[in-house]
Structures are given as structure tokens and as C-alpha cells.
């Protein structure tokens, strides 16, 4: 079974920073990429950044680019997601999410990020 620790959502003011952070741990192949995903009501999960573990190759939601940065960390399994700029638009619980190699994907819980003044 695998386990995900997710932190760093919070209330932010618009124009400010959050630094999500994820931990993969437990019973886990080799990954293969790890990214966030957001939800806002109403609307459906969309990928937010993801990154390869290997190669660090990365992908970015046309609005976040420029603003959020993807990072991770190969032998701790973790990857973060520092945000600047943030807008209203940018609320939404935000996802964990690992692939591995072999095997399914999996999630985390989510953690709420809201910018609001």
C-alpha cells in the first residue's frame, strides 16, 4: 500500500507564495513521474505540473506556467510544487499523484490551497 504525505496548503493573500510538498512512501515500485493535480467545485481534476523522476522532464497547465515550478527529489521520492503569483483562480484542493514504473497509479488525500484577500 502506498502512503502520501502532502503539505503546504494553506490561505494565501492574492500575489503571494505556497510551496506544496509530497512524500511516497510504503510499498512502491520504481516511479516513473510524479505531479499535483487541482480540483475546484464544479469542475474536473485537471494535471497542475508533473515531472519524470529519471530524466526530470516536466509538464505544466497552460495557466500556471511561469509561475509554478515543479521539483523533485529521485531517492527520497518526493516532489514539491512552489507557486508565486497566486490568483483566485488558483483555489482548488490540490493533489498528490505518483506513477509508477509498473503497476497502477495512485493518489494522495489533497490539500487546500485558497487565495483570497
Known amino acids: 500500500q502506498v502512503q502520501f504525505v502532502e503539505s503546504g496548503g494553506g490561505l494565501v493573500q492574492p500575489g503571494g507564495s505556497l510551496r506544496l510538498s509530497c512524500v511516497v512512501s510504503g510499498n512502491t515500485f520504481r516511479l516513473h513521474s510524479m505531479g499535483w493535480y487541482r480540483q475546484s467545485p464544479g469542475k474536473e481534476r485537471e494535471l497542475v505540473a508533473d515531472i519524470t523522476m529519471v530524466a526530470g522532464r516536466t509538464v505544466y497547465l497552460d495557466s500556471v506556467k511561469g509561475r509554478f515550478t515543479i521539483s523533485r527529489d529521485i531517492m527520497k521520492q518526493t516532489v514539491d510544487l512552489q507557486m508565486n503569483s497566486l490568483s483566485p483562480e488558483d483555489t482548488a484542493v490540490y493533489y498528490c499523484?505518483?506513477?509508477?514504473?509498473?503497476?497502477?497509479?495512485?493518489w494522495g488525500q489533497g490539500t487546500q490551497v485558497t487565495v483570497s484577500s
Open positions: 499523484h505518483a506513477q509508477p514504473e509498473v503497476g497502477p497509479e495512485s
